[in-house]
C-alpha cells in the first residue's frame, strides 16, 4: 500500500477523560483517521461501520467506556454485543475481523488513543488493502454510485 | 399430515362461537405448487381451506399487515408458532387476540425442486408420508419427500408448536442441533475467499425487489432502513456496493429474531440462498447467550437486553 491506511475512528466522547488525549483527537489527527465523535458507543449503529467500510475505510476503530463506567450506565453494554456481532458476521461472509478494532478505555488511561492508533495503522498497511465488501464507486469516477 | 377436516371443523367453530374475526389460512392457487395464503371470514368460506407441504408462506407474516385491533386465528406450524411469539415479544400482538391453531409440520417442500425434476405445467401434486407423486406433461414420478424438502425444513429444529391453542394431529419428532448447525460450520470451516466469493456471487445477483423483506414476518418496519433517504442509512441502488448492503444489514437486522422458517429463500424469485446468513446469528445466539427465538412469548432477543454479566467479554487495548 503506498498511501497511508485509512481509518475510521469512532468516538465514544466520553471515553476520553484527559483533556489533553481529547484535545489532541479533536485537532491534531493525522489526515488519514477520520473522526466520527457520538455521545457514547450505544449510539453507533452497525451500519455506520458498513457504511464506512463501503466508503473505502481500510480499517475502523471504536473507542469507548469500559462496563460500570459508561456515562449512560449500559450504552456500551448494548453496543458491545452489537457491534461484535457484526463484525463476527462480516467475518462470516468474508471481511477480516482485524480491520474492526476495538478499543475500551479505562478512566484512568492517558496517551493509550495514540498509541493504538498508530499500531492499527502500521497493522492495516501491513495487511494492505482489501477487495473484500465492494466500495461505492462515483459516477464521476465511472461508477454507478451517485 | 394434518387432518384437513379436523382443521376445516376447527376453524368454523371459532369463527362461529366469535372467539376469532379472521382466520388465516391458504387456499388452493393457480398451480397445485402454489397455494396462496387467504383470510376467511365467515363459516362458508372455510370449505375452501387447505393444508400441504407445499404452502410456503410464513402466516405469521399476516398478524402485523392486518389491523390491530381484530382478533386472529391462524394456523401455525413450528416456525410460525415461534414467529407469533417473537411478535407477541415485540408488542406486536396481543396474546389474547390470537387463537392458534398448530399444525405439526414434516417439512415445507421446494417447489423449485418439483420443477427442477418433473418439469413445467405440473397438474397435480399428492403428498404423503414419506413420498410425493408429481402429475406431470411428461409422466407420473415419484419422489423421496425428504429430498424435495427446502433446506431449511430438512434441517429443522422445532417442527411441533410451541404454545399453540389447540394441536391438530400428532406431534412430530424434532431435528438434531447437529444437523440445524451443519450448513453454518461448514461454511465457517472455508477459508475467507471462498467464504467472500460465495457471498459476492449471490449477492450480485439481487434485483432488489425486496420480495425477502416482504415475505418475512419479522421485516414489520412502516419504513425500511433502504427506503429512508434522509438521511440515506446505506446504498439504495442496484449497484454492487449496495447489493451487499441490502443483504448484510437485512439478515443482520433478524439477529435473535429469525426462527429460520426460509421465507425469505422462498420468496426470492433470483433463487439467491440467504439462509445462511441468519443462520450464522441464529447459531452465535444459541451459541453465546444461550437464546433460541420464539420459544415462549416473554423472553426478549439478546440485543435487547443488556446484563453486566458479560463485562468480562471487553478488553482494553482490543485484547492485546
Known amino acids: 500500500?503506498?498511501?497511508?491506511?485509512?481509518?475510521?475512528?469512532?468516538?465514544?466522547?466520553?471515553?476520553?477523560?484527559?483533556?489533553?488525549?481529547?484535545?489532541?483527537?479533536?485537532?491534531?489527527?493525522?489526515?488519514?483517521?477520520?473522526l466520527t465523535k457520538t455521545p457514547c458507543t450505544g449510539k453507533i449503529n452497525p451500519l455506520y461501520l458498513l457504511n464506512a467500510i463501503q466508503g473505502g475505510a481500510d480499517g475502523i476503530m471504536?473507542?469507548?467506556?469500559?462496563?460500570?463506567?459508561?456515562?449512560?450506565?449500559?450504552?456500551?453494554?448494548?453496543?458491545?454485543?452489537?457491534?461484535?456481532?457484526?463484525?463476527?458476521?462480516?467475518?462470516?461472509?468474508?471481511?477480516?475481523?482485524?480491520?474492526?478494532?476495538?478499543?475500551?478505555?479505562?478512566?484512568q488511561d492517558r496517551g493509550i488513543i495514540q498509541k493504538e492508533l498508530a499500531a492499527f495503522e502500521a497493522e492495516l498497511e501491513a495487511m494492505g488493502s482489501t477487495q473484500h465488501l465492494a466500495t461505492r464507486v462515483m459516477r464521476a469516477e465511472g461508477g454507478e454510485n451517485a | 399430515m394434518p387432518d384437513i377436516n379436523a382443521l376445516?371443523?376447527?376453524?368454523?367453530?371459532?369463527?362461529?362461537?366469535?372467539?376469532?374475526?379472521?382466520?388465516?389460512?391458504?387456499?388452493?392457487?393457480?398451480?397445485?405448487l402454489h397455494p396462496q395464503?387467504?383470510?376467511?371470514?365467515?363459516?362458508?368460506?372455510?370449505?375452501?381451506?387447505?393444508?400441504?407441504?407445499?404452502?410456503?408462506?410464513?402466516?405469521?407474516?399476516?398478524?402485523?399487515?392486518?389491523?390491530?385491533?381484530?382478533?386472529?386465528?391462524?394456523?401455525?406450524?413450528g416456525c410460525e408458532n415461534r414467529s407469533v411469539n417473537s411478535l407477541i415479544v415485540e408488542s406486536q400482538k396481543e396474546r389474547d387476540d390470537l387463537y392458534l391453531i398448530g399444525i405439526p409440520c414434516e417439512g415445507i417442500i421446494d417447489w423449485r425442486r418439483i420443477v427442477e425434476q418433473a418439469g413445467e405445467h405440473i397438474s397435480?401434486?399428492?403428498?404423503?408420508?414419506?413420498?410425493?407423486?408429481?402429475?406431470?406433461?411428461?409422466?407420473?414420478?415419484?419422489?423421496?419427500?425428504?429430498?424435495?424438502l427446502h433446506e431449511s425444513c430438512q434441517r429443522c429444529l422445532h417442527r411441533n408448536p410451541v404454545s399453540a391453542d389447540t394441536l391438530i394431529g400428532d406431534p412430530v419428532a424434532n431435528g438434531s442441533l447437529e444437523l440445524a448447525t451443519q450448513k453454518v460450520k461448514n461454511f465457517e470451516s472455508q477459508d475467507i475467499e471462498a467464504r467472500y466469493a460465495?457471498?459476492?456471487?449471490?449477492?450480485?445477483?439481487?434485483?432488489?425487489?425486496?420480495?425477502?423483506?416482504?415475505?418475512?414476518?419479522?421485516?414489520?418496519?412502516?419504513?425500511?432502513?433502504?427506503?429512508?433517504?434522509?438521511?440515506?442509512?446505506?446504498?439504495?441502488?442496484?449497484?454492487?456496493?449496495?447489493?451487499?448492503g441490502w443483504h448484510i444489514v437485512r439478515a443482520f437486522h433478524q439477529s435473535g429474531r429469525c426462527t429460520s422458517?426460509?421465507?425469505?429463500?422462498?420468496?426470492?424469485?433470483?433463487?439467491?440462498?440467504?439462509?445462511?446468513?441468519t443462520e450464522k446469528l441464529n447459531h452465535d445466539m444459541r451459541e453465546k447467550y444461550n437464546f433460541e427465538c420464539g420459544m415462549d412469548a416473554e423472553t426478549k432477543p439478546p440485543f435487547q437486553t443488556v446484563t453486566l454479566d458479560d463485562k468480562n467479554r471487553f478488553f482494553v487495548g482490543g485484547g492485546k
Open chain 1, 1 to 34: 500500500m503506498t498511501a497511508k491506511a485509512k481509518i475510521a475512528l469512532f468516538q465514544c466522547r466520553w471515553c476520553l477523560f484527559s483533556p489533553a488525549d481529547q484535545e489532541w483527537v479533536d485537532t491534531q489527527l493525522p489526515e488519514n483517521i477520520h
Open chain 1, 62 to 107: 471504536i473507542s469507548g467506556c469500559l462496563p460500570e463506567q459508561c456515562h449512560f450506565k449500559t450504552g456500551n453494554l448494548a453496543a458491545r454485543r452489537q457491534l461484535e456481532e457484526f463484525n463476527d458476521f462480516l467475518h462470516y461472509i468474508g471481511y477480516e475481523k482485524e480491520r474492526v478494532h476495538f478499543l475500551w478505555l479505562d478512566l
Open chain 2, 8 to 32: 376445516k371443523l376447527e376453524a368454523k367453530r371459532i369463527l362461529r362461537e366469535g372467539i376469532v374475526d379472521v382466520v388465516v389460512g391458504f387456499k388452493p392457487g393457480d398451480s397445485p
Open chain 2, 37 to 77: 395464503p387467504a383470510f376467511f371470514r365467515n363459516e362458508d368460506e372455510v370449505e375452501e381451506l387447505i393444508h400441504n407441504g407445499l404452502c410456503k408462506n410464513n402466516l405469521a407474516n399476516y398478524l402485523t399487515r392486518l389491523p390491530k385491533q381484530e382478533k386472529v386465528g391462524i394456523l401455525v406450524r
Open chain 2, 124 to 148: 397435480m401434486v399428492e403428498d404423503n408420508e414419506s413420498e410425493v407423486t408429481v402429475h406431470a406433461p411428461t409422466g407420473v414420478n415419484s419422489y423421496n419427500r425428504f429430498d424435495l
Open chain 2, 198 to 244: 460465495f457471498f459476492q456471487k449471490e449477492a450480485e445477483r439481487c434485483i432488489r425487489c425486496y420480495a425477502c423483506r416482504e415475505a418475512c414476518p419479522s421485516c414489520y418496519c412502516t419504513e425500511c432502513f433502504v427506503d429512508h433517504n434522509t438521511p440515506r442509512w446505506t446504498e439504495s441502488g442496484a449497484t454492487p456496493a449496495g447489493m451487499q
Open chain 2, 261 to 277: 422458517c426460509g421465507a425469505c429463500e422462498r420468496a426470492c424469485p433470483m433463487d439467491i440462498k440467504m439462509t445462511y446468513l
